[in-house]
């Protein structure tokens, strides 16, 4: 166990006024970080952790890069906010959207945070859906945000609230846990058939909102043909796609959107998470025709108090041309291969390690009681947590599942020595 004496004042003392409701990580780490310089993190004792987790999948360049530091440092010495007017960085910043997102997506709009652009999205479908499609589709175990429009979507009630709202939802693609009891490939891919028949093939649907790959629900990674079969339906039949890539966009799956991996040319995009190197900010990528709809483009439609912020542009546009200049597409991928062999090799060793599953720099370690009935084990996910944060590992920890998403400049070999870290302590945790 790692010194904690400071920390644990400090906790005490903020909880006498913090509401509760943390994350679970804030919840079962308790540590107070205080410094983050590349993979590493600090915490107010001087422990040093590799951050597996990239603040909250939001640091693709790592803490503190400091060209990103170093734009923002002379941005907030010239100007901070003057509502969604022009700044000299916004069209720079535009050009280099342009130059790393698929031909089509051509038009942007500027927000500050993941559900604050899905739900601009949304008033863009709502906006141009013709008469009688007044329905929207989305995913079982989707993750879209906490705001009211996001939460409808998935049908995320709140104490004795119901807001289903007006969407409807297909099956998504989690082979280790098939809702339909199947297997591949005998299954044929009923999952993307039911999606087809209840959601693209009805004339009431306007749009399918989706993860490319879902990240909150453990990243499940679609199989192949998958959104092929979706994608092709709804546009067979006039249903638009808007991917949600918050938190995949901006390179983290080793392309720039998960959707051009997964066979996916979507109409809008959401994109948020990694785009400014963890600082807030937000884009909408969207068809011409769509965003400039006179119906989507009324007054005030893609403004908001921080929208097109200079701090935003500043620092999304210095990572952005970090990942460009520096190849680091490239960098996840040949990362995410040796990533995938190593974590591969862990669920060979260990039993309650009941599926390894991810693209790139993101992967999802989903723990079991046991491989044979499949029983999702949330503490033995706490355990491996805790134990790997004593350790000097720093991972997300959502329920059942460990996902990992290591910066995109971290070296060859901190990345092996976080999964020996890990390995470390999924060996406590087990024999605990």
Known sequence: MRQQHRQLAQLEREGAHLAPGASEEAAVGRRVFTEGRGPVLTDLDGNQYLDFASGTLTQSLGHGHPEVVRALTEQAARLWNVHDAATPDRAALLDTLARLLPEHLDTYALFSTGAEVVEAALRVVQATAPPGRNRIGALRHGFHGKTMGARMLVHWDIGHQSFAGNSVLGYAPYCYRCPLG???????????????????????????????????????????????QVADACRENGVLLVADEVLTGGGRTGAFLASELVGVEPDLAALSKGMANGFPFAVLAGRHELLHDPAAATPGAYASTYASNPLGIAAARATLEVIERDQLLEQVRKLGELLDGRLRGLSDRFENLGDVRGLGLLWGLEFVTDRARRTPSPELARAVYAAALDLGLRVALGGHVLRLAPPFTIDEALLDEGVRLLERAIERAVTA
């Open 182 to 228: 199947l297997t591949r490939p005998t299954c044929e891919l009923r999952c993307a058939a039911l999606v087809r028949r209840h959601i693209a093939d009805k004339p009431s649907t306007a749009a399918l909102v989706f993860e490319p790959v879902l990240g909150a629900a453990g990243v499940i990674v679609p199989p192949p043909g998958y959104w092929e």
